[in-house]
């Protein structure tokens, strides 16, 4: 409301306009309601007040200077008439700019995946929104200048000293740039051609970087360790980590929750580091998250080692987890039938990709890569159970027996029944020699031991298969720094296309975060240029004139200027999420045009001329 007293000049009046913002809300709300849209950060958080007010104030300040310029009281019949003609002054510019506002926020409602579900509550709470304040800008406000609105005193021109301020500059400005056209537009084209280069510059990612304020380790131990020797070193590994001076608190998940909402091996654990924060903090000595982790996987490695660390951070894990099964910046698959190939692929595509720049590491996915792991192989050996007379069947169940445990019987409790199972004790498992002395009984009587007629051998053997769709695939993690995603992608796809050569019959697929971000700006690239093409076609239509339109058309590129601008000087590489910002953008940068061209239009038509 200060805003608008400040820039209106007239208290009325902008308590008119600030009624715009709570009518357009409350119809949103309704129509949230409607659409079973959630109130949450990202469909009440996107919404800007100021697209709200925009045709509440064209169409307020529009009468309210007819009503400066006026000289004498007017009758209330005549004022009524001379209320609906400044409206209708505005009316179609206005609605013709609040309605491609709207019609921008379209390809968002086409977004599919994690994009579409982030997205779609925002362009439907806008939409809604942007649509009541139509309704109120062009039913409302009107009616309430009619019945309340009068010039203050004095014509209002010493009241409005903050646009008499702002005219008082803009005014010299204007006369040295009409008096150069050439130069200016010369300098507007430098601005997009510029801009343009710029963003051809620029990485981009799916989803901007957030700090979230506190870090995620999760650490990778072999496939084939036990639960107690995984939880003996997390104990030892959050003991480490709680000595930083920077952490707050420490605590671990090892293995799947009853809840199975997670689910994953005992080698694997999420260690999540809670910093200290605000007056906290500042006893210790200031030092980033990214130099902070450093240290902590230093320090693990050399007090903890035979585990893989990985960091993170809580739902930026989370949020990889849904968009691929992944938590890696980027992840490849190479799909294949042959797992001793898929192994062999899986390790020429790490050597590859660790040489490209911004490949911080680089290795098999902790969740669904193909593993290898020392297994004791046990293969009957047929001659010399045929020689022996004896039946395959006799030693199958006593490699069963021994290893895996047989049911022999059942034990009741009250309304519960536990099996009896009958195995080798756990110690003795693990010695290939008391596996190899296990006696097996011969048919005539007497035993025989069993490495007689089983050969046994130790090697590795691959214990973690992944298939997507029934296909075997080889994942490869890959952790980014300092590199935007999609330009990581477009140079490893070159090597990996040189340098690797897939057989006949395999594979390969990129996923993680750049699978949506791709799948977003091809829905994007289609539907934008549609979209745009739809707006030049309204305006020619609205000015019948196609260098009017044509006039309005070019503010979209001079208004994404200064944003393409900003984002390079911070260092932010373009996301789906600045895309929507842009498509807000054109929105707001036609509707600005269009008010201003309409405008001038009506001075040339009540005789003043150009230059006036």
Not at 47 to 66: H, P, Q, S, W
Not at 266 to 289: A, M, P, R, Y
Not at 449 to 459: A, G, I, S
Request: proline content about 4%; charged content about 20%; glycine content about 8%.
């Amino acid at each position: 409301v200060a805003v608008l007293l400040l820039i209106l000049g007239n208290i009325r009046a902008a308590l008119f306009v600030s009624l715009a913002i709570p009518l357009s809300m409350l119809f949103g709300a309704v129509g949230m309601r409607w659409m079973n849209v959630s109130a949450s950060l990202m469909s009440l958080g996107a919404i800007d007040f100021g697209l709200l007010v925009d045709g509440a104030v064209v169409m307020i300040e529009n009468t309210l200077r007819r009503l400066e310029e006026h000289k004498g009281e007017l009758r209330p019949q005549d004022r009524l008439a001379f209320i609906l003609d400044s409206a209708v002054e505005v009316v179609k510019p206005v609605t013709l700019g609040l309605a491609i506002i709207m019609l921008v926020y379209v390809p968002i409602l086409t977004l599919e995946g994690i994009e579409g579900k982030l997205y779609h509550p925002m362009a439907i709470t806008v939409l809604i929104a942007l649509g009541a304040s139509l309704l109120v800008a062009v039913l409302l406000m009107p009616v309430l200048a009619y019945l309340f609105l009068t010039p203050p005193h004095g014509g209002g021109k010493e009241e409005k000293w903050v646009y008499q301020r702002l005219h008082n500059i803009y005014e010299p400005v204007l006369s040295a740039s009409l008096k150069r056209p050439i130069l200016i537009s010369a300098t507007g084209v430098i601005l997009i051609v510029s801009a343009f280069l710029v963003y051809r510059r620029m990485g981009t990612d799916f989803m901007p970087p957030l700090d979230e304020g506190d870090l995620l380790v999760n650490m990778t131990r072999d496939s084939d360790i036990g639960v107690d020797a995984s939880l003996e070193m997390q104990k030892k590994s959050d003991k480490i980590i709680a000595r930083f001076g920077e952490v707050e608190h420490v605590f671990s998940r090892v293995g799947t929750a009853e809840s199975a909402t997670d689910p994953m091996g005992v080698h694997l654990s999420d260690t999540f580091v809670i910093l200290k924060k605000g007056k906290d903090s500042q006893n210790n000595e200031h030092k980033s998250k990214e130099d902070l982790y450093a240290e902590i996987k230093k320090a693990l490695e050399h007090e903890a080692p035979g585990q893989a660390i990985n960091e993170t951070q809580p739902i930026e894990m989370r949020f990889g987890e849904i968009l691929e099964g992944s938590r890696a910046d980027v992840t490849l698959r190479i799909y294949g039938k042959e797992l001793p190939v898929l192994i062999e692929l899986l390790e020429k595509s790490i050597a590859i990709l660790e040489e490209i720049p911004g490949a911080e590491e680089v290795e098999m996915d902790a969740l669904t890569a193909l593993r290898k792991s020392p297994v004791l192989s046990a293969r009957p050996n047929y001659s010399a159970i045929a020689r022996y007379c004896m039946n395959i069947h006799q030693v199958n169940d006593l490699l069963q027996s021994a290893m895996g445990g047989k049911e022999v019987g059942s034990f009741y409790e009250e309304q519960w029944r536990f099996h009896i199972v009958m195995r080798v004790e756990e110690k003795h498992r693990e010695n290939i020699d008391t596996i190899k002395s296990l006696p097996v009984g011969l048919p005539d009587g007497g035993t025989i031991p069993l490495h007689k007629v089983v050969d046994f051998q130790n090697r590795d053997e691959v214990t973690t298969i992944a298939h997507d769709y029934t296909q075997r695939y080889a994942a490869v993690a890959v952790f980014l720094s300092g590199r935007d995603i999609a330009g990581f992608v477009q140079e490893a796809r070159q090597k990996i296309g040189h340098e690797l050569r897939l057989p006949e019959g395999y594979s390969l697929s990129w996923g993680g975060q750049f699978k949506n971000l791709e799948r977003a700006q091809n829905k994007l690239a289609f539907l934008v240029p549609l979209i745009l093409a739809g707006i030049f076609l309204i305006l020619w239509w609205a000015f019948e004139n196609f260098r009017l339109a044509l006039l309005v058309f070019a503010t979209i590129p001079l208004a994404m200027t200064g944003g393409v601008f900003f984002l390079a000087l911070r260092n932010i590489p373009m996301s789906v999420s600045a895309s929507i910002g842009f498509i807000a953008l054109i929105g707001i940068a036609i509707l600005n045009g269009m008010v201003l061209v309409t405008f001038f239009n009506q001075l040339r038509a009540s005789g003043m001329a150009p230059e006036k």
